[in-house]
């Protein structure tokens, strides 16, 4: 199958994502540096299945006699996880501290609040929010797009943004404990996104109307591949 070129914006994100060192021996490539395919992924676009290397690192996982092996050869995972790896350790700096979290902060059901903070104070992010309701056995994704990882938020150094949507009605007429997964991605300045943990939140009613976290997403019942 004919190789496909990458375009030329991804080609350039991921030469600043390792800034220019092999994402197998990290070595400063320099003009030396080659945006190869992954194996297999020859007639690949997918900037997924490129991999920056210098020339040498470029051969050799291109030449691997199968039906002589010496030694191991990469498989597609290692080279991946090695190479998210080295765009991690040169992009891992443009990611500030952010704080986020469910809070209610006077708001009561069916209304959620949701505070989100950019804690540096230098860079820029924007940051893509995924919310999950669960009751009972029932789940589902919050509607608004705000919040179903379809957006992103601007948030510059020491900005904090409050928002807060509406859970369905059904929610409300049962005596199930309302449960919530927060997953962040934070997108750098560079377009590298860097996911943090997820946070689970279980509802207490009453007169606190509040949000408790919940280390275990296990316990929640709202896990997500
Ligand atoms: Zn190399």
């Avoid at 092999?22 to 400063?28: G, R």
């Avoid at 069916?110 to 919310?131: C, E, M, T």
């Avoid at 369905?168 to 449960?179: D, S, T, V, Y």
């Amino acid at each position: 199958m004919a190789r496909q070129p990458f375009n030329e914006d991804d080609s350039i994100k991921v030469l600043l994502w390792c800034g220019r060192h092999c994402c197998l021996c990290e070595k400063l490539a320099g003009v030396g540096i080659e945006l190869a395919h992954l194996p297999g992924k020859e007639s690949s676009s997918d900037i997924d299945d490129a991999i920056p290397l210098c020339f040498d690192c470029h051969a050799a996982i291109g030449h691997y006699n199968k039906s002589h092996p010496k030694g191991k050869c990469y498989g597609i995972k290692e080279l991946k996880a090695r190479r998210d790896q080295v765009y991690d350790k040169y992009t891992s700096h443009l990611v500030p501290p952010i704080h986020y979290e469910l809070a209610q902060r006077g708001r009561k059901l069916p209304d959620v609040g949701f505070q989100i903070h950019n804690l540096g104070d230098r860079y820029a992010v924007r940051a893509r929010v995924k919310i999950d309701l669960a009751w009972g056995t029932s789940r589902q994704l919050v509607a608004s797009d705000h919040y179903n990882g379809k957006h992103l938020w601007n948030l510059n150094a020491q900005q904090g943004i409050s928002g807060h949507f509406e859970t369905p009605a059904e929610i409300l007429g049962g005596n199930e404990r309302l449960r919530a997964r927060v997953d962040v991605t934070v997108v750098d300045i560079y377009k590298r996104e860097h996911q943090l943990l997820p946070i689970g939140y279980i509802h207490t009613l009453g007169p606190n109307d509040e949000w408790y976290a919940e280390p275990s997403m296990v316990e929640l019942g709202i896990e997500r591949s």
